[in-house]
């Protein structure tokens, strides 16, 4: 099974180190909570922010624009591959003509593992974003930083079954029950807008 995770934190130019510290609580053989045996950053889940900034069904659609157009890309963990990597001219020619308030080249091809919208500051993440776990890590200075210190999910195991929780999977609740969360310093209270939201495909 594979978990969509969002993970929240701090300003950071080494993301895997900082996801992997938040995470590492809940990995098999180390914690009572643990789901997960491996993560990696965007994995099957690539794109997912990609996907929402695009518009429903639009990016489908561009990928199926690429195919009439004679250019051929499949689908693996971390995004698209080009069947023929010169064809890429052709991509980038089609993402300007769909996608011009995006950027000028088309990103799903040509990352290792991820796209490049599978980390961005919050601020420029839609609220509207749906995901199954949300994990967030206070900057090293505060009390407990750089662990996760705030953990959502969409549901909980009763010992019988999963039971839906009270978060509705959305990034735009996830902020509010962060914010409403008495444990947060008063005055301080996370995220701010340069935080960096990463998506994590956890294994299990």
């Known amino acids: 099974m594979h978990h969509h995770c969002e993970v929240l934190v701090p300003p950071t130019e080494d993301m895997e180190s900082a ?38 069904g639009r990016l489908c659609e561009y990928l199926d624009s690429l195919n009439s157009r004679g250019v051929l890309c499949r689908a693996e963990s971390g995004g698209h591959v080009l069947e023929v990597p010169a064809q890429i001219t052709v991509a980038d020619e089609l993402w300007r003509e769909w996608f011009p308030e995006l950027c000028s080249s088309c990103p799903l091809f040509g990352q290792s593992g991820r796209v490049a919208y599978d980390v961005m500051p919050l601020k ?13 890590a206070f900057p090293e200075d505060w009390p407990g930083g750089s662990g996760c210190e705030f953990l959502l999910q969409c549901s909980c195991w009763n010992g ?45």
């Open 160 to 204: 019988c079954n999963f039971e839906r929780a009270a978060w509705d999977g959305s990034l735009g609740q996830a902020l509010e029950l962060l914010s409403a969360n008495d444990r947060l310093l008063p005055g301080e209270r996370p995220p701010r807008d340069d935080w960096l939201l990463a998506t994590v495909d956890c294994h299990s």
């Open 124 to 136: 420029d993440v839609p609220k509207s974003l749906m995901f199954e776990k949300f994990l967030v």
């Open 19 to 56: 996801v992997g510290n938040v995470l590492a609580p809940f990995e098999y053989d180390v914690g009572s909570y643990a789901f997960f045996d491996y993560f990696e950053l965007g994995g099957l889940r690539a794109g997912a922010k990609l996907s929402v900034l695009c518009g429903p």
